[in-house]
């Protein structure tokens, strides 16, 4: 269990494919390393999942093993090596100190999270992660033999089991195996209450993390490629009372996402002075 520091957290909560990086992480090296086109080989992943009622995520990460056989090793290795290969958006690789630094200079801790249906083995071997830019990576993963091949799904995350992620980020209770989630907290000792935390996101499968994190008093941002420039799932997720607000997935200093969650980190130290005295004000009532 994280302690709950004197300093406010703010927790910054990430999905990963077309949120920090333009596509499928899996669709930057790997797809193609099997002899599959992308639209083929998650065209392949659907019609399986259909056909024997199974989770999509679970039937990507069988195809994966199961055409890796006989082409390549697959191992975590391997594919920490795809991972340092996934490109990613502007300005990304810098984002996190600066961003970082600016809550430092407020008072308030910042801490970054990725809550993702990709792989933690691939996350895992991007330059950030190596870095240690994320205080905590959830994703779905797989378990390994003795020799160590991948065998089978240790984790997977799929877009409704991502909230209870949020709910061990708002107790401090990080390790997936610790059912402390469950137990209750006072909102006073709660280490990052919702309302201190922003969810960036993309698509549908974030919308029950931004719904979640929006409905309790935090900030749900909807990002799109700045390349295309294609808003239509922004605007949908917008007027759908999904996210608050929206902005291209440019990391740069400066550019309209910067602004806007340092906009969050300002807002976030001016409430929390006026919270700690009504806190200190109800203590002393008892």
């Known amino acids: 269990m994280e302690y709950k520091p004197k300093e406010t957290v703010l927790a910054i909560c990430y999905d990963f494919d077309k949120t920090l990086s333009p596509t499928d992480m899996q669709a930057q090296g790997y797809i193609q390393s099997v002899g599959y086109d992308i639209k083929e080989f998650w ?161 549908d499968t974030d919308i029950p993390c931004m719904k979640l994190v929006n409905v309790n008093g935090g900030h749900s941002i909807g990002v799109y490629d700045p390349e295309t420039g294609k808003k239509d799932r922004v605007h949908k997720m917008l007027r759908d009372n999904r996210i608050r607000y929206f902005a291209p997935a440019d990391y740069r200093e400066g550019t309209e996402l910067d602004n806007l969650v340092k906009a969050v980190i300002d807002k976030t130290a001016a409430y929390e002075k006026l919270e700690t005295k009504h806190i200190s004000d109800v203590y002393e009532t008892r």
């Open 43 to 203: 065209d392949k992943t659907n019609v399986l999942a259909a056909a024997n009622d199974m989770d999509g995520n679970l039937a990507y990460m069988y195809v994966m093993m199961d055409e890796a056989r006989g082409k390549l090793i697959f191992n975590r290795k391997s594919l920490e090596d795809y991972g340092s290969k996934v490109k990613l958006f502007p300005g990304v690789a810098e984002w996190f100190d600066r961003i970082n630094a600016y809550g430092r200079e407020r008072g308030i801790i910042v801490e970054h999270y990725i809550i993702s249906s990709g792989l933690k083995e691939m996350i895992d071997g991007t330059e950030i992660a190596k870095k240690g830019a994320f205080k905590k990576i959830y994703a779905s993963s797989f378990f390994y033999d003795e020799k160590g091949v991948a065998v089978w799904p240790a984790q997977v995350i799929n877009y409704t089991n991502k909230t209870q992620f949020l709910f061990r980020i708002e107790k401090g209770v990080l390790d997936i195996n610790d059912d402390g989630v469950n137990e209750y907290y006072a909102p006073e000792n709660l280490r990052v209450p919702f309302r201190n935390m922003v969810y960036i996101g993309d698509s």
